[in-house]
């Protein structure tokens, strides 16, 4: 199977920064899509955004212009750099990614557990 294992999270003070990475593993033969989202208790979850396996990003509105998400496939990993971060943005992050298990073609969706972050004073 394939695992997708979060980490970088914690706590920062409004206007600091983070970084987190999500490092797939297991039988990978190839990476498409990988996205950030993030959930609040009570609410749904909510797309931050993705990444395509040639790099294309795309935002929601809420993050645009203070994150940046960015990948290295031979590494099998995605990056979520978050600046500027505001109480608003406390939520357990989570990653997701299609994997392409086999050279058939065989693909579906797997997710992480989950990095609490955490923006107060």
């Known amino acids: 199977q394939v695992q997708l294992v979060e980490s970088g999270g914690g706590l920062v003070q409004p206007g600091g920064s983070l970084r987190l990475s999500c490092l797939a593993s297991g039988r990978i033969f190839s990476i498409d899509g990988m996205g950030w989202y993030r959930q609040v208790p009570g609410k749904q979850r909510e797309l931050v955004g993705t990444i395509t396996s040639g790099g294309d990003t795309r935002y929601s509105e809420s993050v645009k212009g203070r994150f940046t998400i960015s990948r290295d496939n031979a590494k099998n990993t995605a990056f979520l750099q978050m600046n500027s971060l505001e109480p608003e943005d406390t939520a357990v992050y989570y990653c997701?990614?299609?994997?392409?298990?086999?050279?058939?073609?065989?693909?579906?969706?797997?997710w992480g557990q989950g990095t609490q972050v955490t923006v107060s004073s």
């Open positions: 997701n990614a299609w994997v392409v298990t086999n050279v058939e073609g065989a693909r579906r969706d797997f």
